[in-house]
């Protein structure tokens, strides 16, 4: 069990031996520190249901207290004010050196798929598949430190208007291609195409329909035909999509992200007809397309119903999402399905979940959760462009990242060693910085302020892993434990850290890592104090320089650990 909960349950067990029954102790961090480490307010709680004043209370309470802890104070109407003494501090400290699972408060383990890759083949990648995948890898390592088994699922967006765009564009470069005669037979052979070719051709492609309305038509009934399983295209358009994944997964890569599915759009299309007949007594004909009615008698806004299939006959973005659904209980039976997805989603996954529900293509115990993200602003509050006004793809803001970082990377690191480094500090810099704010809140991108080495910055935290690997090169750190409590500095830490089985809960219940992100600055502040004010590596007293030895140990470990939840990689110099 975690230190705090520990303690939280002891108390509530003396108290209730001194008949106070009270459904769970929160141990606060005692904002006047002169009072004392830690504050407990149940008192006034207390007072009500036993009708008696509240400090009489605490003085009771006080009495039973005393016994284990140090400087119970009463303070105001009845807040109960406490410190933890050092031995107790030692002996926890001493046990979680190397130990991160103690600070895990472990449930019955569950199985979660989250889906969070949602990258859409033959385009680019923008910001917002960062934050998605930012956001989701982390939460999926988190949900599997927390004990549940957790599958992450890319969701390709592999099938819509790029292939109408790709194929047309062929069909006017290369019209003399089996694909394109309508009575050939034979084995399709491999198509040459570049992901540069892709690029290009989307391009021309894109701009031609726009003006161009017989092209645009031409565009939209390759869509359909695809759709529709025409061998033909579907063969070409699978080959395209193939040869646009390896860019993809460049990047998931990049970012440190893996999944266990590698399925999309394009291969939830054999499950459609399953689906359908599950949806058949909820679909009704609506302006000549098939929907289901998502509304509830208590709505305060009024929700549309949700298309399942268009007036063209043709499958849309919801029916992959119900298809990949109705796979996914059937081949894995999860628990729960997490969404991380951008906030303007957010109703149609509200659409789609009460189809699910009410077509009981998801039993009613199973959790259908929309984590939904705000999105990255530029200095103008408007989602984040390019100077020429496009959607910025997220090529472009990591390279605008890493120019920035190898600016201040120090020359003396040789070159060979560099590479590694800037890219790790990169990508640290984009994770930390888009994990930094709460999940739902949108953010402005500050090129200069989030790739700072000070600050609340990836890089930040990163240098203060940087000091902690140096020092331990250097001191002999075997068997190394917490003797003493030399000073504030190492008392701080150890305080802080008890703290954290609540950030991680926090975290993992809100489903958002800016309580993780917010705790790494903390405890970097508080190391780089006691590392400014201490003389680590020349300490005369051999128990004090033992319990600095132990002290870096413990704060590496939260460091690093934490740091592999957002999927951060460390680096040794910067
Ligand atoms: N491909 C979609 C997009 O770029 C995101 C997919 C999200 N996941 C899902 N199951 N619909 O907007």
Redesign the pocket.
């Known amino acids: 069990m975690a230190k705090l909960k520990g303690i939280e349950d002891f108390i509530q067990k003396e108290i209730a031996k001194i008949g106070y029954e009270i459904d769970s102790v929160s141990l606060e961090e005692c904002s006047i520190k002169e009072l004392g480490q830690f504050q407990l307010n149940f008192a006034m709680k207390l007072s009500k249901i036993y009708h008696k004043s509240p400090r009489d209370i605490a003085e009771e309470v006080k009495r039973v207290l005393d016994v284990r802890f140090k400087n119970v104070n009463i303070a105001g109407p009845g807040f109960i004010n406490l410190s933890l003494k050092d031995e107790e501090l030692l002996e926890y400290a001493n046990e979680y050196i190397n130990d991160f699972e103690k600070y895990i408060e472990y449930e019955k383990p569950k199985t979660i798929v989250v889906?969070y890759g949602?990258a859409?083949a033959a385009k680019a990648l923008h910001v917002g598949?960062m934050r998605s995948a930012n956001i989701g890898e982390a939460l999926k390592r988190l949900a599997k430190l927390f004990g549940n088994k957790v599958i992450g699922d890319v969701?390709l967006?592999d099938l819509g208007r790029q292939s109408g765009m790709l194929i047309s564009q062929l069909m006017e470069e290369q019209p003399d291609l089996v694909f394109f005669d309508k009575n050939y037979k034979g084995e399709y052979p491999k198509i040459n195409l570049t992901i540069e070719d892709l690029g290009r051709m989307y391009k021309i492609a894109n701009a031609k329909a726009k003006e161009d309305e017989t092209r645009m038509e031409l565009v939209r009934d390759i869509t359909l035909e695809i759709d529709k399983g025409n061998v033909a295209y579907t063969n070409l358009w699978k080959q395209i999509v193939e040869i646009s994944e390896p860019t993809i997964k460049k990047v998931y890569n990049e970012l440190n992200c893996t999944f266990d599915l590698w399925e999309g759009e394009l291969s939830s299309m054999q499950y459609v007809d399953e689906t359908l007949k599950v949806l058949k007594d909820y679909l009704y004909e609506s302006e000549g397309a098939l929907v289901i009615d998502v509304t509830k008698d208590d709505d305060k806004l009024s929700i549309p119903p949700l298309i399942v299939i268009k007036t063209n006959g043709a499958t849309i973005?919801a029916t992959r999402?119900l298809a990949?659904i109705y796979n996914r209980v059937n081949k894995i039976n999860p628990d729960e399905f997490w969404?991380v997805?951008?906030d303007r989603q957010s109703m149609y996954f509200e659409q789609v979940f009460r189809a699910s529900y009410k077509t009981s293509l998801v039993r009613n115990d199973v959790a259908l959760k929309f984590l939904g993200f705000g999105t990255i602003n530029g200095t103008d509050g408007k989602p984040f462009k390019t100077r020429s006004g496009e959607v910025m793809e997220l090529s472009s803001l990591i390279s605008m990242v890493k120019e920035e970082i190898t600016k201040k990377v120090k020359d003396e690191i040789s070159d060979d060693r560099k590479e590694d480094i800037i890219n790790n500090l990169t990508i640290a810099t984009l994770k930390y910085a888009d994990l930094l704010s709460y999940r739902k809140t949108d953010y402005v991108f500050d090129l200069v302020k989030f790739s700072s080495f000070e600050g609340k910055t990836g890089p930040y935290i990163l240098y203060g892993i940087v000091r902690i690997k140096s020092l331990l090169k250097k001191l002999d750190i075997e068997n190394s434990r917490f003797n003493n409590i030399p000073n504030d500095d190492v008392r701080d830490i150890i305080l802080s850290s008890i703290k954290l089985s609540k950030v991680l809960n926090l975290s993992y219940r809100e489903a958002t890592l800016n309580y993780i992100t917010d705790y790494l600055f903390e405890i970097t502040n508080l190391f780089n104090k006691f590392y400014n004010n201490n003389n680590i590596l020349n300490e005369k007293d051999k128990d004090t320089q033992e319990t600095y030895i132990a002290l870096l140990k413990f704060v590496y470990n939260i460091c690093h650990n934490l740091l592999n939840i957002l999927a951060i990689n460390e680096v040794d110099e910067m």
């Open positions: 889906d949602g859409n598949h969701h967006g973005y999402d990949t969404y997805v951008d």
